[in-house]
């Protein structure tokens, strides 16, 4: 079993940035590969970026093309953790952003941009 937790969120004008952080309370994140979602209020749960686990180092890593350029995840396997850089936020990224590793999901944490 696998407990997830996500932190980093907040609120941040338009243009700034935010580190959000995936980690693991019970379990390992390092030998599987972790997405992150975002949803935004009366919108569907969307898939915003997926890193391969650690043995796939040259797996894919995928983005939507809404974040692309903007967002970067990584992992750090020593702090178990995964990351999700955001920068150049924008009014329309504003959502509570969950991690996943199927089946399980964090409680999520809620990123605000606006002036």
């Known amino acids: 079993q696998v407990q997830l937790v996500e932190s980093g969120g907040g609120l941040v004008q338009p243009g700034g940035s935010l580190r959000l952080s995936c980690g693991a309370s019970?379990?390992?994140?390092?030998?599987?590969?972790i997405g992150w979602f975002r949803q935004a209020p009366g919108k569907e749960r969307e898939q915003i970026s997926c890193?391969?686990?650690?043995?796939?180092?040259?797996?894919?890593?995928l983005y939507a093309d809404s974040v692309k350029g903007r967002f970067t995840i990584s992992r750090d396997n020593a702090k178990n953790t995964v990351y999700l850089q955001m920068n150049s936020l924008r009014p329309e990224d504003t959502a509570v952003y969950y991690c996943?590793?199927?089946?399980?999901w964090g409680q999520g944490t809620q990123v605000t941009v606006s002036s």
């Open positions: 890193i391969s686990s650690i043995s796939r180092r040259d797996g894919p890593i």
């Open positions: 996943n590793k199927p089946p399980y």
């Open positions: 019970v379990g390992s994140l390092n030998y599987y590969a």
